[in-house]
């Protein structure tokens, strides 16, 4: 013990002197006269003189061993910020606190400094996050590669009750993580002509001229390990000017506008990330945007992979490719073009190594979000990609009218290219040989309805990997002091092997330990209370129940039944002297597609209940409403271990798995949800007794929807809570929502709010009765924190390289 008090004292000395110098360094001044942004830089800038020599280190170590590598491939990665979490994965956290605290420094207040990095829109980009992460800390050798957008996904200003989108110039004081190579820059063609030519020799060769080249320059971000010495490589692309395309002299006015134009269309490839969630739209820069990443992805793997002097033939054995949605799809066909253009393979070897290094997740059974490309605006842009995906499926369909003479109805719904246009979804299944949904019942639902013809084609390809978080980031960084008292009570195992959080079942009934999480839990909620005071909000009573739901905003996540329920709540409190409710914050937070005009009219009533009950003193100490703005990853931080009761009641088969659910569990809230996505697995490793499901189940709504029995004006008539609360839209009571009422009634209602809204009140009430037993709600608080390890990414990424990728762990001395 002393020894060790020694050692960390001589580290904390050497560290300061570490501070000092890069201060001296960087800026020439010494750290004490550093701004506040300049000292964070400083705390960056140290901490990547620990992790560079385990980057260096750990690249080598997979150059040296040629270890299968995998690259996920994603078009969005949520991170949020990296200091803290990489403090915690390299085990300094306390050095460095205490280390700068003798510098006159306080650690906490340098981490909001960092910008939150926001290159995704939700659930999809943070799941890719959350990947790096545990490859990382598995020990696989396993990167991202996406773009590196110059303005991420948009700061939302709340402006009179109104979303207001603001650009996010997170790049406008440097990101500090970012290693620039420009020594491994690509370059990606677009546009132009591509045909087979007659060699004189007879034989076909290609053609692509008159194209246009844009230079794709590589930005790498270290993804830390937990304690393990593993460094990954998380790649950003770029889009940058050619450099051989800037000689001013000689040009004519013609050529000059050309130049002109070219700049345009280069900055405008990675400048911006699009803000739509969980739908499609066929914007030409988004496909311009996919096959440039993709293809500089695709190029520099293969480019290393020769470097490393291994033979293209074991390409498959040595590379995984994982596709995080259709959005890099055209990865399939990208590798068919470097492997037959520009190495010389035969189209059935390249084929085969293509689909072996291929998989796929899908991550919707949304039809408006399944990405399909018109062909007049695929060909043009990529007519080489084109004339392979023309030949892919040429040779794919023949395969299925020889598997499956007669059968037509089979040829049109596994046709990659159909009416027009390019199926990015059946071009992955196609070039992959897994293909896997994010939790059991979505996967169900693609194998029997949505891609049903593609699993009885394919069916040995179709497989489940439900979805997980990193308990890293969401419960050891975010909540210190849970991760302490979790360590006292089971011991620290459960860090690096989450599934041990099991241990913590032997202690539910132990009064002592359900003390200490009550404390904790009011610790967070003053946290949260707090935030919302600071930024501008109401003041919130920390022992009302904090009932939160925090995700996109959309119509099939409900956000409207639950306002809705809202409304009845206050009208209730007001007209019925014996209605009683324990005293509660409903939660809002999550921003709508600038485009999506529903969504947007759903955060304007919120925000207008919001003002009435908020202001009501009335019902005040009963009931506040508040609507967190700018809902991100690093508010999640705060949010999350601040909950009560999860909200999880999307209209059941439609969210494909939910990862917020996870991250409000392995804190310690109770779900409040549809059987839907992870719910259903959430539910079942808690026990019905710890959680609170109701409403329509995923069959009945499929049912409906075969059906069309659905007629959302009866429930109007037939339930009184229901025609009041949407009688209240239009009547003024909160100002003029008819565009809501419209949407629940004349639009019949898609989602079901109306039918699943009685369940809903009595899944409430259900709730609040428990509240009131305080020991058996700590009990079930933690029952959900004991049972939350199998949703540790962790576990996910496990069966990721088991079952798809068939990747070991590679250990960095
Ligand atoms: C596509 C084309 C053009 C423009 C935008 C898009 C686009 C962008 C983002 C389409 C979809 C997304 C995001 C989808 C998404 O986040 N899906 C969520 O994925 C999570 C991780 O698997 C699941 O937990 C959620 O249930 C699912 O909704």
Not at 267 to 287: A, C, F, N, Q
Not at 420 to 439: D, E, K, P, T
Not at 632 to 642: D, K
Request: hydrophobic share 40%.
């Amino acid at each position: 013990m002393a020894n060790k008090r020694n050692e960390l004292g001589l580290a904390k000395e050497g560290l300061k002197q570490k501070f000092l110098a890069t201060a001296h360094i960087l800026w020439g001044r010494d750290f004490a006269d550093l701004t506040s942004h300049e000292v964070y830089a400083t705390i960056v800038s140290v901490v990547k003189q620990y992790i560079s020599e385990n980057w260096v280190k750990t690249n080598k170590a997979y150059m040296k061993r040629r270890d299968k590598q995998i690259y996920y491939f994603s078009v969005e990665f949520l991170l949020g910020r990296l200091l803290r979490s990489n403090l915690v994965n390299l085990g300094e956290m306390e050095l460095f606190h205490d280390a700068l605290e003798e510098l006159g420094i306080d650690l906490n207040q340098s981490f909001p400094e960092e910008p939150d990095a926001g290159l995704g829109n939700g659930g999809l980009g943070r799941l890719a996050a959350c990947f790096i992460d545990s490859m990382a800390s598995l020990g696989l050798p396993g990167h991202g590669c996406s773009i590196r957008y110059q303005y991420g996904l948009f700061e939302q200003k709340i402006i009179k009750g109104n979303q207001v989108e603001i650009p996010d110039n997170w790049l406008g004081n440097g990101f500090e993580w970012e290693y620039r190579k420009a020594d491994k820059a690509v370059n990606v063609k677009f546009n132009g002509n591509a045909y087979m030519k007659e060699q004189e020799d007879g034989s076909l060769a290609l053609v692509h001229e008159d194209y246009m080249t844009v230079m794709a320059v590589p930005y790498d971000v270290p993804i830390v390990g937990f304690r393990n010495n593993t460094v990954n490589t998380l790649r950003l692309w770029n889009a940058e000017v050619n450099r051989d395309f800037s000689d001013y002299g000689t040009m004519t006015r013609e050529q000059l506008q050309a130049k002109k134009e070219y700049r345009n269309f280069v900055e405008s490839i990675t400048e911006y990330l699009y803000p739509d969630d969980s739908s499609y739209e066929g914007r030409r820069l988004r496909l311009i945007q996919e096959y440039f990443f993709v293809s500089a992805g695709v190029q520099s793997i293969v480019r290393h992979y020769l470097l490393a002097g291994m033979d293209l033939k074991e390409f498959a054995k040595k590379v995984a490719i994982h596709i995080n949605d259709t959005h890099p799809a055209v990865a399939v066909a990208e590798l068919m073009r470097l492997l037959v253009d520009e190495q010389g393979f035969e189209w059935d070897d390249a084929w085969k190594i293509t689909r072996e290094t291929m998989a796929y997740t899908n991550h919707t059974i949304m039809p408006e979000a399944l990405e399909k490309w018109p062909i007049d605006m695929f060909r043009p842009l990529l007519p080489r990609i084109y004339m392979i995906i023309e030949e892919i499926n040429r040779r794919h369909l023949e395969e299925v009218r020889k598997r499956r003479p007669n059968d037509e109805q089979m040829v049109r719904e596994l046709s990659i290219i159909e009416d027009g246009q390019v199926h990015m979804a059946r071009l992955a299944i196609v070039g992959s040989h897994s293909v896997n949904g994010v939790a059991a019942i979505h996967s169900d639902i693609l194998k029997n309805d949505t891609l049903k013809f593609f699993h009885r084609y394919y069916p040995g390809k179709f497989n489940n990997k439900t979805n997980g978080i990193t308990h890293r980031r969401w419960l050891i960084s975010a909540n210190p002091e849970l991760t302490s008292l979790i360590d006292e009570t089971i011991g620290d195992g459960w860090q690096k092997a989450p599934e041990q959080l099991s241990k913590l079942n032997d202690h539910v009934a132990d009064k002592g330990f359900l003390q200490e999480l009550d404390k904790i839990k009011r610790l967070r909620k003053i946290d949260l209370a707090d935030y919302i005071h600071e930024h501008g909000g109401v003041r919130i009573d920390p022992d009302s129940i904090f009932d939160i739901q925090v995700k996109r905003i959309h119509s099939y996540k409900r956000q409207i039944m639950n306002i809705l329920h809202i409304m009845y709540l206050y009208h209730e409190l007001k007209t019925n002297k014996r209605f009683r409710i324990p005293p509660t914050t409903r939660f809002f937070g999550g921003k709508a597609a600038p485009g999506y005009y529903i969504a947007k009219e759903t955060i304007r009533l919120i925000n207008a209940v919001a003002e009435k009950v908020n202001s009501d003193k009335a019902v005040n100490e009963m009931l506040k409403v508040v609507f967190i703005e700018n809902f991100g990853v690093s508010i999640g931080e705060i949010v999350y271990p601040a909950a009560d009761i999860s909200e999880q009641i999307s209209t059941a088969s439609k969210e494909a798995s939910g990862t917020g659910n996870m991250k409000f569990m392995m804190n310690g809230a109770l779900t409040l949800g549809t059987l839907d996505g992870a719910n259903v697995e959430i539910s079942q490793a808690v026990g019905r007794e710890n959680c609170e499901i109701f409403g329509l189940r995923a069959e009945e709504v499929l049912n409906y929807y075969a059906t069309g029995s659905y007629k959302a004006w009866d429930e109007f008539n037939t339930n009184p809570a229901v025609r009041l609360v949407v009688s209240q839209l239009v009547d003024g009571t909160y100002g003029d929502f008819h565009s809501l009422r419209d949407y629940l009634i004349q639009g019949n209602d898609e989602f079901f709010v109306l039918k699943d809204f009685s369940p809903y009140d009595r899944a409430h009430k259900n709730m609040n009765q428990k509240y009131e037993n305080r020991k058996a709600w700590l009990t079930s608080s933690a029952i959900n924190i004991a049972n939350s390890g199998v949703f540790s990414s962790d576990r996910t990424i496990r069966e990721y390289a088991d079952d798809i990728w068939h990747v070991k762990p590679v250990i960095i001395a």
